[in-house]
């Protein structure tokens, strides 16, 4: 079942309306009102954006995920774009931690872009979350459009979160609105070598938070965990993997490598990486980004 | 006066007997032919008029009529030269009038009487000899091509002069063709240790030749795609006699067998370019004659570049892979053309062939568009997807010859091989590719570590009953290949690794 935006009804908030929210008022720039499908996000709860490159890398959107999921699954909301990328696999990861997730759009709210998150749309407005617009319903994706949306994107939540960006990005635009609105901004770190995070370590040059774990952003909020998971152990310490696995393991980076290379690496022949390399997926201990090719799992 | 000569018709790749009836007879001097001819057919009198009067002999002021019976099968091609011309050789006394029976004539002619080859011989030599004729006259250029069948006698003949001295003397054997020993040269299919490395590939290609699995090679441009799949057929069991007729048959129809090559011996190997038509591709033409698929038959099919390929003409492969035969109706008749081969295709795995490195500069949507342009129900009918990884420059320069090279892995295809032909006798399997559903349940006996595996794997990995039935073929494969005669944990893993994952699901 895909999404026909006109199965849901719009709303038009104005800044009159009582439903427009607190955390917009605050700021001069923000709009006179909006277009809303779905609903707004609960201001008792804490918000979250998540934000990043169109274009990521596997660690990227298992960095996305990650954070999404449990934030969403400690009670946070999650406030993203719903642009390719970053943006969508924070609302999946959020989906999948049991959240509601919010989607501020740079086109009108009846226009599905990109396409291939129509099926997103749709489970974004099923699980009790909504989509904001500042632009007409059927206003078509303007490129123009897109930098300014992130300023309500920022203004919405409590916390901003840049998973991957190259250093010129709308994901830096919104870090400088949320600098001026003065929220503060976490950035996953990632390599030096990789253009993909030139834009997310200059942020943290420049003092931003690091987001080593969810833990960092929940108690920034205020936020205890309210059940303490067991530590994520890795696979490589834990004792239901086997020696062979832990040696394959070994030898896959969140880099997304074929299997002939694995099998040079770790010096065995095909038919036995094979088997190693099912049980490993099977136990979500890796995945395959493409298929073909194997990269680490962050559970 | 009256006479006729025997002679044939390739129809597909099927040959039809046809018999030249010619008279000459008192009135208006003309030369008629009747019998359902297409142009090429008609012109022949023109040649045969001009080739007999560049001998000396002139066509009597009669009323010449041929007719071509039977007269409501179409005709075609240009074989029918030679024939008229010994039918009005005979007519004319020039010959004795009981030299061609029992003889099938077959041959174009220049004007200066020379007699030029045609395609399609090895179809008519053996039809003429299901039909019990005992000698076969023909030009000498298609002689070599005729001798591979036996039990016929075959004559070879350059002129007009050499069918009119033969005729005379037919127990002289001085056009008697005499096969040379080493007639069939065999070509030499390239090594697969050429290929440094590439460990998986290799391997998927060993599995892909042991079961006829249809082969997908994805990879970034100058990983080796190509140069894998054209030394596939090397590793691919050798024809049998049968199959090399059954070949040849095909490529004689279709003109493309000389004197140096005059039987196909080896798997055939075809890579038509991506933008072929259609017509190319399936077969086709007024009377139609084979296409790529045809020519594959029993070898290797190798498209580059499959998302390029117009959408519709690789669509057209659906019947035929599923078939292994096509049939072609034109007006003239239905023509059904044999058409199983492996087939083997390659694509990048993206418009700039660097995804998922970061040096990717395609979008998300693009990779997305140039996979969807292979259609699902084409990847439905490929069992095996590897990914052939850039060559490191280690292994490149390695000096030293890669120690599976294709006598290894011929000798395991060919274990495999013998083992499902000793399987499937009696029924009309061939390959472990060919395995419906209930031959499935019939013939891939699991272990139940691995029936646990499968269930696990299907739960956890959200297959189709498709996939699960492609995994199963696939582990037979892979268990033949390594003489066991129940699957196992292991073969199952390793079918899963290669097997062809929906493309378009790019998120869990």
Known sequence: MSYNPYDYT???????????????????????GFYLKGSLPDPAKKSVAIVGARKCSSYGEQAARYFARTLASNGVQIISGLATGIDSYAHKGCLEGGGSTFAVLGCGVNIIYPKSNSMLYKSILDKG????????????????NFPTRNRIISALSDALLIVEARIKSGSLIT?????????????????????LSAGTNSLLMQGAYPALSPDDILYELGIRREKKEEKNISPLHDPSFSKTEKQILKSISDTPLPLDNICQMCNLDIAKVSTILLQLELKGAIYQPSPGLYAIAYS | MFCQILSATILGISCEPVTIELDISSGMPVFVMVG????????????????????????????????????????????????IAAALLTAL??????????????GELHLNGDIEGVPGILPSVIKARELGISTVLLPKANAAEASSIDGIRIISLSNLNDLISFCLDTSSTKYDHIPKSNA????K???????????????????????????LLSGPPGSGKSMTAKRIPGIMPDLTRDEQIEVSQIYSVAGLLNSDTPLITQRPFRAPHNTLSIQALCGGGRIPVPGEITLAHRGVLFIDEIPEMPGRTLDMLRGPLEDHTILISRTAGSYRFPANFLFVAAMNPCPCGNYPLNSCTCSPFEIQHYHSKISQPVLDRIDIRVDVPAVSYDELTSSSDDPISTSVLKKQALKAFNIQKERYRGTK???NSELSPSDIKKFCHMTEESKRLLEHAFLKMDLSARAYHRILKLARTIADLDNSDIISEAHISEAFCFRNQNLFKRSR
């Open chain 2, 189 to 215: 299919y390239p090594d697969f240790s050429d290929i440094k490395g590439q460990q998986s590939v290799k391997r998927a290609a060993l599995i892909a030749a042991s079961g006829f699995h249809n082969l």
């Open chain 1, 175 to 195: 870090a400088s609105y949320a600098l001026e609105q003065g929220i503060p901004i976490f950035v996953v770190p990632g390599k030096i070598t990789d253009s």
């Open chain 2, 93 to 106: 006394e020039k010959i004795p009038k009981d030299s061609l029976d029992n003889c099938m004539v077959i």
């Open chain 2, 184 to 187: 069939h040269s065999t070509v």
């Open chain 1, 10 to 32: 719009n709303r038009y908030i104005k800044k009159t309306d009582p439903d427009y929210p607190e955390k917009l008022k605050r700021y001069v720039n923000m709009p006179s």
């Open chain 1, 129 to 144: 979350g909504g989509l904001i617009s500042e632009y007409d319903l059927t206003s078509p994706a303007l490129p123009f």
């Open chain 2, 429 to 431: 399997i061939c390959f």
């Open chain 2, 36 to 83: 359902s001819l297409s142009s090429k057919v008609r012109e022949s009198q023109e040649r045969v008029r001009t080739a007999l009067r560049n001998l000396d002999i002139y066509l009597p002021p009669k009323r010449i009529t041929v007719n071509l019976s039977p007269g409501d099968l179409k005709k075609d091609g240009t074989q029918f030269d030679l024939p």
